[in-house]
């Protein structure tokens, strides 16, 4: 299976309603929070900034873009319209924080317009990022930020000991739902090439606390790949994620991934 993520309007409504529950308890987990915080409490926006997020998924990241970040305004523009439906759902009353359909590759709205974009875990979705990151150059002011902050997922893993099975899990997960493993190793050069010059690069480390509600979700998405391939029977899948929970539940369980996070200007 490809990447979901990279087409997901087109997947059954089962599986978007699936990613966007995975996607709300990944927003909302409190190390997720202080991630988003640490790159993006520092950006200087000028008054009445507005902002966009390509890949703004259910919403809660493009509301950081006026909540943490400051901007004035805030639009988020994503292909899948069931993500769209919740985001407008979940921050209607908020007229400043605005929704769309739409592909970050070509959004068709107007250049020049933003003083900051926000791709937050998009990149690694997509074939061909360049396209991304040249509509992003199209889309900001002259001395505009771009903000990027994405997984450096092949350091995801929930092993704590050798051999351990609940991280097969983990890495099968990661290799079904990921395009590009090593964005932002990459980035760097991408950026410096599409015409931006470099800001802040910043490494998070994520460990899952808790319930670990989000890093469960990775699990049991795995899990759930693996019977569909054939390669688990689902007592098998059932047996591992109840292993998870125990886990959990004798405060055993690890989880961890890391992000970076990299800040760029509009020359
Ligand atoms: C992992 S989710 C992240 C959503 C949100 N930024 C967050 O962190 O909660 C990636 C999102 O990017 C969207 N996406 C994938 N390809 C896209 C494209 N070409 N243009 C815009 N969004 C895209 C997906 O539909 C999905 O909602």
């Known amino acids: 299976m490809s990447d979901p993520y990279a087409d997901l309007a087109s997947q059954d409504e089962d599986l978007q309603n699936r990613i966007a529950d ?35 998924g259910t919403g809660h990241v493009t509301k950081d873009l006026i909540a943490i970040a400051g901007a004035a305004t805030a639009l988020g523009v994503e292909p899948s319209p069931v993500m769209v439906a919740r ?12 929704f769309m359909v739409g592909d970050a590759r070509h959004t068709k709205l107007p250049s020049g317009e933003y003083d900051l974009v926000l791709m937050h875990t998009l990149l690694c ?12 150059y199209r889309l900001l002011k002259p001395g505009g930020v771009l903000a990027i902050c994405d997984g450096d997922y092949s350091t995801a893993t929930a092993r704590i000991a050798d051999y351990d099975p609940l991280d097969e899990l983990v890495r099968f997960m990661i290799n079904q739902n990921v395009t590009n493993l090593w964005i932002m190793r990459q980035i760097t050069g ?29 699990i049991d998405r795995g899990a759930d790949r693996m019977v569909e391939e054939g390669t688990l ?11 998870a929970r125990d886990r959990v539940s004798r405060n055993t369980f690890f989880g961890y991934m890391s992000y970076v996070s990299q800040i760029a200007y509009k020359t």
């Open 233 to 243: 029977q689902p007592a098998t899948a059932e047996a591992l994620k109840t292993e």
């Open 22 to 56: 995975a996607m709300e308890s990944r927003c909302q987990d409190p190390a997720q929070v202080a991630m988003r915080q640490a790159y993006l409490a520092d950006l200087e926006l000028p008054k009445n900034a507005s902002a966009i997020e390509l890949g703004s």
């Open 190 to 218: 991408l950026l410096s090439e599409n015409g931006f010059s470099l800001g802040a690069r910043k490494g998070h480390g994520y460990v899952a606390e808790g319930e670990a509600a989000y890093f469960l979700t990775v």
């Open 125 to 136: 979705h997509v074939p061909g990022p360049e396209t991304v990151l040249t509509e992003a």
């Open 87 to 98: 985001a407008n759902a979940h921050f209607a009353g908020q007229p400043n924080l605005s």
